[in-house]
């Protein structure tokens, strides 16, 4: 008995990866495109035909990702199925964990479900846990992964991820929280899995800061030089040299300051300290807005600060090295001056885009988001949408959900976006993606060429500033997923060295 509703594409690696999984608790990294869904769906075929009266729980970070699920598997399996949200009233959701089989759910709800003891898994026969390499620390997937072992009958866990981390033992307290017993691995490079890898052509595209911005920028650090000298005079990080102390220097102190205060130290010092991290902290990013995004956003974060209530909005908006960049970047924008990314964003879509091809540029900020749309709005043929995260002024999920529908069908053909479109959500049919800056983290960069190219060639432009951040985490990024790569390649040699046992001893 099978409740696949129509035969699947025999895959070898899928159904080596499914046999494995049906043996124990399995981690499956396994790259984006290549079938992670399909794998789940037969194991849930599997145990739904080993225990028939059992429940699956799927677990998904974002509800559009739980929905986007909730539809695939809608597609492929004849089983009763429902979905479950922070949305959903706690009464309809204990409804919804009786009635259905399979159930799609967010971490968090599934946590405050188990909390009330709205939801019992003893009769859960299969954990899905989707983008896994989030099962550490505080996320709700541990708690309920330990409370799920500790529950459930018929025990077992599937994990799934496309980049699990860049570090050894990150990926060991993955295996650990998850009682990980089998470890299945493929990478774009295994005789496997090449004829499914469609091929992706990645190009960097460097350029200069005109005169004009540098200066700014050589003004910006002049502000944040004395700030730190202001730091130092009232006796913090005065042994440190003012060349050695960068961002994570300035972070690290604040957290320090912020403990003291928040374990009852009020002394002038103390306060004082905190407001010229924060003003630091707001420098920095300022430079980064001028350095590597756009003139626009950069004066609108300035606006912001000029406009701001906080003590350290006042300092700043008060200081006329502060005021006269402000007015010098306004004098330049009016001119027509912008960054240099801009135009060469504009001549990756004049000369590799059209209208039969979809697109994605990823950008960090929203200001900047808006910067591009603007920017590409203007080009025959490109017919963009923004698309952000939730947050104050953001993107419902059923709006996210709405444009990434009307992208598939052709209303926009390119998606400008936040970080929002780089984990889990299938895109279909990316053919060009522009990184409008590089990013340190290799998983996110991982992600983000994920969505590109997955049924036919793809190219990606990265655009980098020269003598920036961008150049700093591009090398950075490359080590991290360098690193990343080897230990997944030694973790395939010699499996054994993060497996578990299958016991509760990770939680003891």
């Given at each position: 008995?099978?409740?696949?509703?129509?035969?699947?594409?025999?895959?070898?690696?899928?159904?080596?990866?499914?046999?494995?999984?049906?043996?124990?608790?399995?981690?499956?990294?396994?790259?984006?495109?290549?079938?992670?869904?399909?794998?789940?769906?037969?194991?849930?075929?599997?145990?739904?035909?080993?225990?028939?009266?059992?429940?699956?729980?799927?677990?998904?970070?974002?509800?559009?990702?739980?929905?986007?699920?909730?539809?695939?598997?809608?597609?492929?399996?004849?089983?009763?199925?429902?979905?479950?949200?922070?949305?959903?009233?706690?009464?309809?959701?204990?409804?919804?964990?009786?009635?259905?089989?399979?159930?799609?759910?967010?971490?968090?709800?599934?946590?405050?479900?188990?909390?009330?003891?709205?939801?019992?898994?003893?009769?859960?026969?299969?954990?899905?846990?989707?983008?896994?390499?989030?099962?550490?620390?505080?996320?709700?997937?541990?708690?309920?992964?330990?409370?799920?072992?500790?529950?459930?009958?018929?025990?077992?866990?599937?994990?799934?991820?496309?980049?699990?981390?860049?570090?050894?033992?990150?990926?060991?307290?993955?295996?650990?929280?998850?009682q990980i017993s089998n470890v299945e691995i493929r990478s774009d490079d295994?005789?496997?899995?090449?004829?499914?890898?469609?091929?992706?052509?990645?190009?960097?595209?460097?350029?200069?800061?005109?005169?004009?911005?540098?200066?700014?920028?050589?003004?910006?650090?002049?502000?944040?030089?004395?700030?730190?000298?202001?730091?130092?005079?009232?006796?913090?990080?005065?042994?440190?040299?003012?060349?050695?102390?960068?961002?994570?220097?300035i972070l690290l102190l604040q957290k320090n300051l912020q403990r003291q205060?928040?374990?009852?130290?009020?002394?002038?010092?103390?306060?004082?300290?905190?407001?010229?991290?924060?003003?630091?902290?707001?420098?920095?990013?300022?430079?980064?807005?001028?350095?590597?995004?756009?003139?626009?956003?950069?004066?609108?974060?300035?606006?912001?600060?000029?406009?701001?209530?906080?003590?350290?909005?006042?300092?700043?908006?008060?200081?006329?090295?502060?005021?006269?960049?402000?007015?010098?970047?306004?004098?330049?924008?009016?001119?027509?001056?912008?960054?240099?990314?801009?135009?060469?964003?504009?001549?990756?879509?004049?000369?590799?885009?059209?209208?039969?091809?979809?697109?994605?540029?990823?950008?960090?900020?929203?200001?900047?988001?808006?910067?591009?749309?603007?920017?590409?709005?203007?080009?025959?043929?490109?017919?963009?949408?923004?698309?952000?995260?939730?947050?104050?002024?953001?993107?419902?999920?059923?709006?996210?959900?709405?444009?990434?529908?009307?992208?598939?069908?052709?209303?926009?053909?390119?998606?400008?976006?936040?970080?929002?479109?780089?984990?889990?959500?299938?895109?279909?049919?990316?053919?060009?993606?522009?990184?409008?800056?590089?990013?340190?983290?290799?998983?996110?960069?991982?992600?983000?060429?994920?969505?590109?190219?997955?049924?036919?060639?793809?190219?990606?432009?990265?655009?980098?500033?020269?003598?920036?951040?961008?150049?700093?985490?591009?090398?950075?990024?490359?080590?991290?997923?360098?690193?990343?790569?080897?230990?997944?390649?030694?973790?395939?040699?010699?499996?054994?060295?993060?497996?578990?046992?299958?016991?509760?001893?990770?939680?003891?």
């Amino acid at each position: 008995m099978t409740f696949f509703k129509e035969k699947i594409e025999d895959r070898e690696y899928q159904n080596k990866i499914f046999e494995t999984a049906k043996t124990g608790n399995t981690l499956v990294v396994l790259p984006t495109g290549l079938g992670k869904t399909i794998i789940s769906a037969m194991l849930v075929d599997h145990r739904l035909e080993k225990y028939p009266s059992s429940k699956i729980l799927f677990l998904a970070p974002t509800k559009p990702l739980a929905n986007q699920h909730y539809k695939t598997f809608s597609s492929l399996l004849a089983v009763n199925a429902g979905i479950v949200s922070g949305s959903v009233l706690s009464d309809k959701r204990s409804k919804i964990y009786e009635e259905f089989q399979l159930i799609f759910a967010t971490p968090q709800t599934i946590e405050n479900d188990l909390a009330k003891n709205i939801i019992d898994f003893s009769n859960f026969s299969l954990l899905i846990v989707d983008e896994a390499h989030h099962t550490i620390g505080n996320y709700s997937y541990v708690k309920i992964a330990k409370a799920y072992s500790e529950q459930s009958i018929h025990p077992l866990i599937l994990g799934l991820t496309a980049s699990p981390a860049s570090d050894r033992e990150k990926i060991k307290l993955i295996c650990s929280n998850l009682q990980i017993s089998n470890v299945e691995i493929r990478s774009d490079d295994d005789p496997d899995v090449i004829p499914y890898i469609q091929k992706k052509y990645i190009e960097e595209v460097k350029v200069d800061l005109p005169q004009e911005m540098l200066e700014l920028a050589n003004d910006l650090k002049l502000l944040i030089s004395e700030s730190i000298g202001e730091l130092q005079e009232i006796g913090l990080l005065k042994n440190v040299q003012k060349t050695r102390i960068n961002k994570v220097t300035i972070l690290l102190l604040q957290k320090n300051l912020q403990r003291q205060m928040f374990s009852g130290k009020r002394t002038y010092y103390l306060i004082r300290g905190i407001i010229l991290t924060s003003k630091i902290l707001k420098l920095y990013h300022a430079y980064n807005l001028l350095s590597t995004q756009s003139l626009a956003a950069f004066l609108n974060f300035l606006k912001k600060i000029q406009n701001g209530k906080a003590k350290t909005d006042k300092d700043l908006s008060s200081n006329k090295r502060f005021i006269e960049i402000r007015e010098r970047t306004a004098e330049l924008l009016e001119g027509g001056m912008e960054h240099p990314k801009l135009k060469q964003l504009e001549m990756i879509f004049t000369n590799y885009f059209d209208e039969s091809k979809k697109a994605i540029v990823f950008a960090q900020y929203r200001d900047t988001v808006d910067v591009i749309y603007n920017s590409i709005s203007k080009i025959p043929g490109v017919r963009p949408i923004r698309f952000i995260g939730q947050g104050k002024g953001g993107l419902s999920q059923k709006e996210q959900g709405n444009i990434v529908r009307d992208f598939e069908s052709g209303i926009y053909n390119v998606l400008v976006s936040t970080s929002v479109s780089e984990e889990g959500m299938s895109i279909k049919g990316v053919d060009l993606a522009v990184f409008y800056e590089t990013i340190p983290s290799a998983i996110r960069n991982i992600q983000r060429r994920g969505r590109v190219g997955r049924f036919s060639a793809g190219r990606i432009f990265i655009l980098i500033t020269r003598g920036t951040n961008d150049e700093g985490y591009y090398w950075l990024s490359k080590r991290r997923e360098k690193t990343m790569k080897r230990i997944i390649k030694n973790i395939k040699e010699n499996p054994d060295t993060i497996k578990q046992d299958g016991t509760l001893h990770p939680f003891v």
